[in-house]
């Protein structure tokens, strides 16, 4: 018998031994009443084997996280969501049978505890019990303290018992609720109205990407899960809505890395009569004061590498970066055949109908992206590859776009809006025509979206950002992973599962 099996057999056999004295495994009716953070303070007053002169009773629930026996006496150490404590408890005083009921208590259960604050000789902040309740009783026995859980497999594929043993993960999921929080009403502040929008879309739109289908009986048709909301919500600004903002899942049937997830969260924004560069300096402002609020500076570290999230951020045209530091020569970008040979030449495979927009945007991924450490705007994306940007009025063969870049990742794209719905058509039409067998590019048009447009649609500015990579960023996680609580993964090995299926049969 593995070591593991003998640890179930071990935990079921003292079940069965609490049930057989008469004890609930699995109760409902302890309710605390206090929050381990909220008297810890209280007993840290005391001097050290003082107990509280009030003589008030507290109570606490949580997992036991430590415990130490010493024959009629014993302490435990009891942690809820908001922090952990030491739990004293003797036999003459909860009481013969109840102690003996606790003794056979492990570390992983849920319990609960009552009684009064004292502070030990030692100086440890302690609750002394006056009565012990089992909750939950945990059949599994949790990773060995000192170790953790430091396999990362069994981190993303068991949350819940990553959660339980490693304070820096609840960290990471506090500050993501944090950062979401912060989002969320920095832009209500200033206007925005939180809206929601389809789910499964019978058009995906909004993004160049590889969709999940699925199929709706009642209505006879395919469906298929949003890669992005966009084109909703500038059906709402043609609605009448004129600020509007949703933060939401998307997906994408794409292959899994530390920056990407099929299933991701987005925040989208739509501003009517704003353009890219009033974009520009909201998100600037937007995720500067979010990494103020949460990490308290503008100076963090990002995988060892020091970042300076102090404004003003620096802002170049993709032509410059690739001038600046890609080292390419201007007379080069300047020449279509030139820019197309040159992301040949860089082992770049280009579709065949792909022009020089194209090429330049490959290249530049490719030789500027991974040195954008600090906070870089990069404008003037080129048309052929922003289908829903509008057309830079001087140069038509730019768009009025710009994506952030911090750390070498993509954070944040946004563009002045196309609300003309005769040229909107025509780039649908050519994107589609252009296809090939490009499974990223949906081939049916959306025209129900063209017609919105035809009903007038007013001059806009929008953006996505993505925020689990700004999860990433602002908490110094090294994979997406590290900020999704239940990241999508492979399936567990076949030997792992029956295994699995064992254990449970011999409950």
Same mark, same amino acid.
């Given at each position: 018998?593995?070591?593991?099996?003998?640890?179930?057999?071990?935990?079921?056999?003292?079940?069965?031994?609490?049930?057989?004295?008469?004890?609930?495994?699995?109760?409902?009716?302890? %309710?605390?009443?206090?929050?381990?953070?909220?008297?810890?303070?209280?007993?840290?007053?005391?001097?050290?084997?003082?107990?509280?002169?009030?003589?008030?009773?507290?109570?606490?629930?949580?997992?036991?996280?430590?415990?130490?026996? &010493?024959?009629?006496?014993?302490?435990?150490?009891?942690?809820?969501?908001?922090?952990?404590?030491?739990?004293?408890?003797?036999?003459?005083?909860?009481?013969?049978?109840?102690?003996?009921?606790?003794?056979?208590?492990?570390?992983?259960?849920?319990?609960?505890?009552?009684?009064?604050?004292?502070?030990?000789?030692?100086?440890?902040?302690?609750?002394?019990?006056?009565? #012990?309740?089992?909750?939950?009783?945990?059949?599994?026995?949790?990773?060995?303290?000192?170790?953790?859980?430091?396999?990362?497999?069994?981190?993303?594929?068991?949350?819940?018992?990553?959660?339980?043993?490693?304070?820096?993960?609840?960290?990471?999921?506090?500050?993501?609720?944090?950062?979401?929080?912060?989002?969320?009403?920095?832009?209500?502040?200033?206007?925005?109205?939180?809206?929601?929008?389809?789910?499964?879309?019978?058009?995906?739109?909004?993004?160049?990407?590889?969709?999940?289908?699925?199929?709706?009986?009642?209505?006879?048709?395919?469906?298929?899960?949003?890669?992005?909301?966009?084109?909703?919500? %500038?059906?709402?600004?043609?609605?009448? &809505?004129?600020?509007?903002?949703?933060?939401?899942?998307?997906?994408?049937?794409?292959?899994?890395?530390?920056?990407?997830?099929?299933? &991701?969260?987005?925040?989208?924004?739509?501003?009517?009569?704003?353009?890219?560069?009033?974009?520009?300096?909201? @998100?600037?402002?937007?995720?500067?004061?979010?990494?103020?609020?949460?990490?308290?500076?503008?100076?963090?570290?990002?995988?060892?590498?020091?970042?300076?999230?102090?404004?003003?951020?620096?802002?170049? @045209?993709?032509?410059?970066?690739?001038?600046?530091?890609?080292?390419?020569?201007?007379?080069?970008?300047?020449?279509?055949?030139?820019?197309?040979?040159?992301?040949?030449?860089?082992?770049?495979?280009?579709?065949?109908?792909?022009?020089?927009?194209?090429?330049?945007?490959?290249?530049?991924?490719?030789?500027?992206?991974? %040195?954008?450490?600090?906070?870089?705007?990069?404008?003037?994306?080129?048309?052929? #590859?922003?289908?829903?940007?509008?057309?830079?009025?001087?140069?038509?063969?730019?768009?009025?776009?710009?994506?952030?870049?911090?750390?070498?990742?993509?954070?944040?794209?946004?563009?002045?809006?196309?609300?003309?719905?005769?040229?909107?058509?025509?780039?649908?039409?050519?994107?589609?025509?252009?296809?090939?067998?490009?499974?990223?590019?949906?081939?049916?048009?959306?025209?129900?979206?063209?017609?919105?447009?035809?009903?007038?649609?007013?001059?806009?500015?929008?953006?996505?950002?993505?925020?689990?990579?700004?999860?990433?960023?602002?908490?110094?996680?090294?994979?997406?992973?590290?900020?999704?609580?239940?990241?999508?993964?492979?399936?567990?090995?076949?030997?792992?599962?029956?295994?699995?299926?064992?254990?449970?049969?011999?409950?």
């Amino acid at each position: 018998m593995s070591s593991d099996n003998q640890f179930l057999v071990q935990r079921r056999e003292k079940a069965q031994s609490l049930a057989s004295l008469g004890v609930k495994l699995y109760s409902n009716t302890f %309710k605390p009443l206090n929050r381990v953070a909220d008297i810890v303070p209280r007993a840290d007053q005391l001097e050290p084997q003082q107990k509280e002169e009030s003589g008030e009773r507290y109570s606490i629930a949580g997992r036991i996280m430590a415990m130490r026996k &010493f024959g009629k006496a014993a302490f435990i150490s009891i942690a809820d969501a908001s922090g952990q404590m030491q739990v004293y408890v003797r036999q003459d005083t909860v009481g013969e049978d109840a102690f003996a009921a606790f003794m056979k208590w492990d570390i992983g259960d849920i319990v609960g505890a009552g009684g009064i604050l004292f502070k030990t000789k030692t100086g440890e902040p302690s609750l002394h019990a006056d009565s #012990v309740t089992m909750i939950s009783k945990s059949l599994r026995p949790l990773p060995e303290k000192w170790h953790g859980l430091t396999d990362v497999e069994t981190r993303y594929r068991q949350r819940y018992v990553d959660l339980i043993v490693t304070p820096e993960s609840r960290e990471t999921f506090r500050k993501r609720m944090e950062i979401i929080r912060l989002m969320r009403d920095y832009l209500s502040d200033r206007g925005f109205m939180e809206v929601e929008t389809p789910m499964m879309q019978p058009v995906p739109g909004g993004a160049t990407a590889k969709p999940f289908k699925t199929y709706h009986n009642a209505l006879d048709m395919d469906l298929y899960l949003r890669i992005a909301p966009e084109l909703y919500l %500038k059906r709402l600004l043609v609605g009448g &809505f004129e600020k509007v903002f949703e933060i939401n899942r998307n997906f994408r049937n794409e292959g899994l890395s530390t920056r990407h997830n099929p299933e &991701f969260t987005m925040l989208e924004f739509y501003q009517a009569y704003a353009t890219y560069d009033d974009l520009i300096d909201l @998100t600037e402002d937007m995720i500067s004061t979010i990494c103020r609020l949460v990490n308290g500076t503008l100076r963090i570290t990002y995988q060892g590498v020091d970042v300076d999230l102090s404004p003003p951020w620096k802002r170049l @045209t993709m032509d410059q970066a690739l001038v600046e530091i890609g080292n390419l020569d201007p007379a080069l970008l300047a020449d279509d055949g030139k820019v197309i040979a040159q992301a040949k030449s860089l082992g770049i495979n280009l579709e065949q109908q792909a022009g020089p927009g194209k090429a330049k945007t490959e290249i530049f991924e490719l030789l500027v992206e991974d %040195k954008l450490v600090n906070p870089t705007f990069i404008t003037c994306y080129p048309t052929e #590859v922003s289908p829903l940007a509008r057309r830079n009025e001087q140069d038509p063969t730019v768009t009025d776009r710009f994506e952030l870049f911090i750390t070498g990742r993509e954070i944040a794209n946004g563009f002045s809006e196309l609300n003309d719905p005769i040229d909107q058509k025509q780039r649908f039409e050519k994107q589609i025509a252009d296809r090939g067998d490009d499974e990223e590019i949906h081939p049916e048009l959306d025209f129900d979206y063209v017609r919105a447009l035809e009903y007038g649609m007013p001059s806009a500015a929008g953006e996505g950002v993505g925020i689990d990579r700004l999860v990433m960023l602002l908490t110094d996680a090294p994979s997406i992973r590290d900020v999704i609580l239940f990241p999508h993964m492979k399936p567990e090995d076949r030997t792992e599962k029956e295994a699995q299926r064992q254990e449970t049969d011999s409950d």
